[in-house]
């Protein structure tokens, strides 16, 4: 499969891969990060580290679900009236028991009095606080939510590698779960090389950009559930490079860099990391991101370096970084949702490369239609933001018409 380009006069061999190939040796490079305990309230984005079990029955007792009255439901007749014994409030810790021949008012959420078989709604009585007017019958049962129907005390209600949304959350703390075994965090760093590169706020003189692809990417890793600990910028220069790395030792589980590993004079990434001897120069058959590496800090933490053009570091992290951050996070679905869609316009390709095209999903019509949007280049930032899918082109493919079903990665964030 993998072969290797032959090397010019002055440049280092590559690998050549497609990008399944990249992806895979990518993600083999971490394992999920050692789990820690952290407050269920704050678990929201992070993986479980193990099976999660109820503590109790949920609901814990029979309990009602509607204002109204515990009744025996054999005992109400349309125009009889009962006593009404008692009145029971969510939050009553009373054990209370139902006389026969009575009601007892009951709020939403009370616990249902022994005896009582069903309750009936206010609205099918005349609301009486001593005796109250039956206008209505229910069966038994009604109303009544039954302890443990929800679920049973030593169910396994989250599974480990489940990424815990709000709804998880909530179960956390339902099932009595006041803290959460998680994996840690991955921390990550991100290095962006350029001499022409300035901080967004500061004045431009000719020849230079505003460093646009470290915020980018940090804000892709946190949006994966990172912890981003360091966006930093390098000027073209191997030393400084070497170093910038160097000084990450022990500050991250995972390093990204972009720029710097194509084939310039000045493409100093791919020289660092061939100089500190872990460094693997990649060609990935696909377009945005064919010129890959991948290289390692001195302490073995694995460093990925995306090619610097804005739109081929957003699909490269996509494609190559989110699945091993999301691996490190512990995560049982490191790979985002696939959809099919259907192609709003002819679309040309050159076979022998996969493409993954910025495109927004437009559900106008129910099913999913996919518009490119921001046009081939990988300088075309304009339209990066208003790109909700990318659409996965395969690699034999010269040419797709308007309506025919494509593949597309569904970039909106989910939960799990
Ligand atoms: N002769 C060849 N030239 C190029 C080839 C090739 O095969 N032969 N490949 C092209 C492809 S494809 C890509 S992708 C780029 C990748 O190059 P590098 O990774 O070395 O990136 P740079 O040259 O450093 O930068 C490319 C481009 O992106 C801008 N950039 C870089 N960093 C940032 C940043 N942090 N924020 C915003 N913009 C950034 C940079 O100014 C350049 O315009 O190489 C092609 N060339
Ligand atoms: O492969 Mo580069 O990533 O297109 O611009």
Do not use: C
Not at 29 to 35: F, I, K, N, S, Y
Not at 124 to 142: E, F, K, N, S, Y
Not at 199 to 224: C, F, M
Not at 313 to 320: A, G, I, K, R
Request: aromatic share 2%.
């Amino acid at each position: 499969m993998a072969d290797v380009l032959p090397a010019g006069p002055a440049l280092p061999a590559r690998v050549v891969r497609s990008l399944d190939e990249h992806a895979a040796a990518v993600l083999a490079l971490g394992r999920p990060l050692p789990a820690v305990t952290v407050p269920s309230a704050q678990a929201r984005g992070r993986a479980l580290a193990a099976d999660v079990r109820s503590t109790l029955d949920l609901p814990p007792w029979d309990s009602s679900a509607m204002d109204g009255y515990a009744v025996r439901s054999a005992e109400l007749h349309v125009g009889g009236a009962l006593e009404v014994a008692d009145d029971v409030a969510a939050g009553d810790t009373r054990d209370v028991r139902l006389p026969t021949g009575a009601v007892a008012r009951v709020m939403t959420g009370a616990p249902v009095p022994d005896g009582a078989d069903a309750v009936l709604p206010v609205e099918l009585t005349d609301g009486g606080t001593r005796r109250v007017h039956v206008q209505g019958v229910v069966a038994p049962g009604a109303h009544v939510r039954r302890r443990g129907e929800d679920v049973r005390a030593g169910d396994v209600v989250l599974h480990a590698g489940d990424v815990l949304g709000a709804g998880a959350v909530g179960l956390l703390a339902a099932t009595g779960h006041a803290h959460v075994a998680v994996h840690a965090r991955p921390r990550v760093a991100v290095l962006s090389t350029g001499s022409e590169l300035v901080p967004p706020g500061q004045p431009l003189a000719h020849g230079q950009i505003h460093e646009s692809n470290g915020p980018q990417l940090a804000a892709a890793a946190e949006a994966a559930g990172a912890d981003v600990v360091a966006v930093r910028v390098v000027r073209d220069d191997v030393p400084a490079v070497r170093a910038a790395l160097a000084a990450l030792v022990g500050e991250a589980d995972l390093v990204v860099t972009t720029g710097g590993v194509s084939v310039g004079a000045y493409d100093v990434v791919r020289d660092a990391l061939l100089a500190d001897g872990a460094g693997e120069l990649v060609h990935v058959r696909m377009q945005p991101g064919k010129p890959q590496a991948v290289g390692a800090l001195a302490d073995g933490t694995p460093v990925l370096a995306l090619p610097g053009n804005p739109v081929s570091s957003f699909v490269s992290f996509e494609v190559f970084v989110r699945p091993l951050l999301r691996r490190l996070l512990g995560a049982r679905h490191v790979h985002r949702r696939r959809l099919t869609a259907d192609l709003a316009a002819d679309l040309r390709s050159t076979a022998g490369r996969r493409r993954l095209l910025r495109a927004r999903l437009d559900w106008g019509s129910g099913r999913p239609v996919a518009v490119l949007v921001g046009g081939p280049g990988s300088h075309l930032l304009g339209a990066l933001a208003g790109a909700d899918a990318l659409v996965d082109v395969p690699e034999d493919v010269a040419h797709l018409a308007a309506g025919d079903p494509v593949t597309v990665i569904d970039l909106r964030e989910h939960d799990a």
